[in-house]
């Protein structure tokens, strides 16, 4: 279990620090652009119906958030088997 939360955490990481280089965001942390914790990632998907490849957290709570940090559709079945 906190091996996966590793990579949440790593995976967060990286695609915050992408968007501070991209002039996208200011948040000063992960947890500030995304608007949660790794603790708080159930699990991600790597493919999602009618868009392709990407990176999707789903949250315990049911919520989908790309990477991005934009919420998206929570709808299970347009995303390919969850990783978590």
């Not at 995304?34 to 049911?62: D, M, N, Y």
């Not at 989908?64 to 934009?70: C, I």
Request: glycine residues 12%; contains cysteine; aromatic residues 10%.
């Amino acid at each position: 279990m906190n091996s996966l939360r590793g990579v949440f955490n790593d995976l967060m990481r990286k695609h915050h620090r992408q968007g501070v280089l991209l002039g996208h965001t200011t948040a000063s942390t992960p947890e500030d652009y995304f608007g949660f914790r790794p603790s708080q990632v159930a699990g991600i998907h790597f493919h999602k119906t009618g868009i392709g490849e990407g990176l999707w957290f789903r949250l315990r709570c049911g919520r989908v958030v790309d990477e991005v940090a934009m919420a998206t559709c929570r709808d299970p079945d347009l995303y390919d088997q969850a990783a978590g």
